[in-house]
T-cell receptor
Framework: GESVGLHLPTLSVQEGDNSIINCAYS??????FIWYKQESGKGPQFIIDIRSNMDKRQGQRVTVLLNKTVKHLSLQIAATQPGDSAVYFC????????????FGGGTRVLVKP | NAGVTQTPKFRVLKTGQSMTLLCAQDMNHEYMYWYRQDPGMGLRLIHYSVGEGTTAKGEVPDGYNVSRLKKQNFLLGLESAAPSQTSVYFC?????????????FGPGTRLTVL
């Protein structure tokens, strides 16, 4: 899950297995969420987004689930590959403030061969 | 399209020195942002701009100034660098808030202040 601090939560996954990364948010008014992937030494890269009128959205090998009741998001990566090793962030644009993003601390995914 | 570019990629400063980080985007985005990322942490917003000639403070604006004289460029200045400003700086841009728009990030500038 998400946390803020010096120690990133880490998810170790066997290559080929599915990964599930969790994120909690606090603003009940949030209506749009984005998942980013950040590889070592690079900037965050968009993976998938979801609006609050949806419970689920699928992309290529990725699925995002949104549970508004408990203010929880998850990112599922199917058949995890070595190239999926990265830090994953969920973010919540605040429209009233120039779409500025609030990021959690991220989750590091390590894919074991 | 180059997307979002940042210069320089790396820089080492001594305490008290000044420098400017340059961000450029070629996607005609209205909104631009400067974030910093410290080890093991998420990104924190320093300043942002919702259009040419406008700037606004983010979560951690102290010690930084910004300017958006041209739509495609967003400059981040450190007038008197401090060791606490050692970080990786990311610039991002997006369309307006009229829709649901992702932010596109640059590759980052790694700054060390001694």
């Amino acid at each position: 899950g998400e946390s803020v601090g010096l120690h990133l939560p880490t998810l170790s996954v066997q290559e080929g297995d599915n990964s599930i990364i969790n994120c909690a948010y606090s603003n009940s008014a949030s209506d749009y969420f984005i998942w980013y992937k950040q590889e070592s030494g690079k900037g965050p890269q968009f993976i998938i987004d979801i609006r609050s009128n949806m419970d689920k959205r699928q992309g290529q090998r990725v699925t995002v689930l949104l549970n508004k009741t408990v203010k929880h998001l998850s990112l599922q990566i199917a058949a995890t590959q070595p190239g999926d090793s990265a830090v994953y962030f969920c973010a919540d644009p605040i429209k009233a403030a120039g779409n500025k993003l609030t990021f959690g601390g991220g989750t590091r995914v390590l894919v074991k061969p | 399209n180059a997307g979002v570019t940042q210069t320089p990629k790396f820089r080492v400063l001594k305490t008290g020195q000044s420098m400017t980080l340059l961000c450029a985007q070629d996607m005609n985005h209205e909104y631009m942002y400067w974030y910093r990322q410290d080890p093991g942490m998420g990104l924190r917003l320093i300043h942002y701009s919702v259009g040419e000639g406008t700037t606004a403070k983010g979560e951690v604006p102290d010690g930084y100034n910004v300017s958006r004289l041209k739509k495609q460029n967003f400059l981040l200045g450190l007038e008197s660098a401090a060791p606490s400003q050692t970080s990786v700086y990311f610039c991002a841009s997006s369309w307006t808030s009229g829709g649901y728009n992702e932010q596109f990030f640059g590759p980052g500038t790694r700054l060390t202040v001694l």
